[in-house]
C-alpha cells in the first residue's frame, strides 16, 4: 500500500518561510516523479512544482523565484521550500507521486499566510 505523509504545514506571516516535507512508503520512491500541488478554497487544484526520478524540476509561474522543490531518495521524502510567501499562497498543499499512467497523493497540509 502506498503512502504519502506530508507535514510542515501552518500559519506564516506575509514574507515568512516554510518547509513542507512528504514521507514515501510502500514503493520504489527514486523511480517517481515527485512534487506538489495545491488548492486554495473555491479553486481547482493547481500544480505548484514537480522533480523527476533524475532531478529535473518544473515550477508554476506563480512560484518561480520563491519556491524550491527538492528530493531525498535514501529517506523517500520530497521538500518544498517555500520563501518569500504571500497571502495568495494559501491553500492546502498536496504531495504527489508519478509515474506513466499511475497516481498517488497525499492528504495535504494546510499553509496559511497571514497579511
Known amino acids: 500500500q502506498v503512502l504519502l505523509v506530508e507535514s510542515g504545514g501552518g500559519l506564516v506571516q506575509a514574507g515568512g518561510s516554510l518547509r513542507l516535507s512528504c514521507v514515501a512508503s510502500?514503493?520504489?520512491?527514486?523511480?517517481?516523479?515527485m512534487g506538489w500541488y495545491r488548492q486554495a478554497p473555491g479553486k481547482q487544484r493547481e500544480l505548484v512544482a514537480t522533480?523527476?526520478?533524475?532531478?529535473?524540476?518544473n515550477y508554476a509561474d506563480s512560484v518561480k523565484g520563491r519556491f524550491t522543490v527538492s528530493r531525498d531518495n535514501g529517506k523517500n521524502t520530497v521538500y518544498l521550500q517555500m520563501n518569500s510567501l504571500k497571502p495568495e499562497d494559501t491553500a492546502v498543499y498536496y504531495c504527489?507521486?508519478?509515474?506513466?499512467?499511475?497516481?498517488?497523493w497525499g492528504k495535504g497540509t494546510l499553509v496559511t499566510v497571514s497579511s
Open positions: 510502500g514503493n520504489i520512491f527514486s523511480v517517481y516523479t
Open positions: 522533480i523527476t526520478s533524475g532531478g529535473s524540476t
Open positions: 504527489y507521486q508519478g509515474r506513466r499512467v499511475t497516481s498517488y
